[in-house]
Antibody, heavy 116, light 112 residues
Framework: QIQLVQSGPELKKPGESVKISCKAS????????MHWVKQAPGKGLKWMGW????????TYADDFKGRFVFSLEASASTANLQISNLKNEDTATYFC?????????WGQGVMVTVSS | DVVLTQTPPTLSATIGQSVSISCRSS???????????LNWLLQRPGQSPQLLIY???NLESGVPNRFSGSGSETDFTLKISGVEAEDLGVYYC?????????FGSGTKLEIK
């Protein structure tokens, strides 16, 4: 069955970096783009951008240009999100979701907490 | 950016009651390819979102047929015909026609 399994929760200090992963199984990884979505505590969903899993080319929404990097470990069917120079406002749950325009499968989410 | 306005923000329903959620877009979601990329998602408490309806009115596999979607251009509706206890959570509309993709602010469904 199709699954997107994300890495575990993270607790970081401001200024640090974090890398979270999204491992896909049950389908051909390169067939569908992977998208990233942010959800701050108690808030709604915000699209961060996507990565072409065939070419590796990332596309970022305007609010996520600069400190955010999407990458792949294609041989491991894994998409990664790295956030550098963490700020308090990066505290959120980060979801991966596949297959524009449907978003038919989602990872379970990774809670990233930024606190001094 | 496309703004999706969902109403009502909260909804309280009894089991078996039928309810509707509205999603209005600040611009037409009709794509140049003729499709309209408006989806409905449900996020149950403590869970990730799940796809219910795609392209306005298409029921995702495995989703009960008490859920239905309708609408066109800028005005869309999700209807639940006979709410069940497992339907509680936050419903989001999302559009994938225009970049950046955007989500509505959500409608929280509570069970009386």
């Amino acid at each position: 069955q199709i699954q997107l399994v994300q890495s575990g929760p993270e607790l970081k200090k401001p200024g640090e970096s974090v890398k979270i992963s999204c491992k896909a199984s049950g389908y051909t990884f390169t067939d569908y783009a992977m998208h990233w979505v942010k959800q701050a505590p108690g808030k709604g969903l915000k699209w961060m951008g996507w990565i072409n899993t065939y070419t590796g080319k990332p596309t970022y929404a305007d609010d996520f240009k600069g400190r955010f990097v999407f990458s792949l470990e294609a041989s491991a069917s894994t998409a990664n999100l790295q956030i550098s120079n963490l700020k308090n406002e990066d505290t959120a749950t980060y979801f991966c979701a596949r297959r524009w325009p449907y978003f038919d499968y989602w990872g379970q989410g990774v809670m990233v907490t930024v606190s001094s | 950016d496309v703004v999706l306005t969902q109403t009502p923000p909260t909804l309280s329903a009894t089991i078996g009651q039928s309810v509707s959620i509205s999603c209005r877009s600040s611009q037409s979601l009709l794509d140049s390819d003729g499709d309209t990329y408006l989806n409905w998602l449900l996020q149950r408490p403590g869970q990730s979102p799940q796809l219910l309806i795609y392209s306005v009115s298409n029921l995702e596999s495995g989703v009960p047929n008490r859920f239905s979607g309708s609408g066109s251009e800028t005005d869309f509706t999700l209807k639940i015909s006979g709410v069940e206890a497992e339907d509680l959570g936050v419903y989001y509309c999302m559009q994938a026609t225009h970049a950046p993709l955007t989500f509505g602010s959500g409608t929280k469904l509570e069970i009386k």
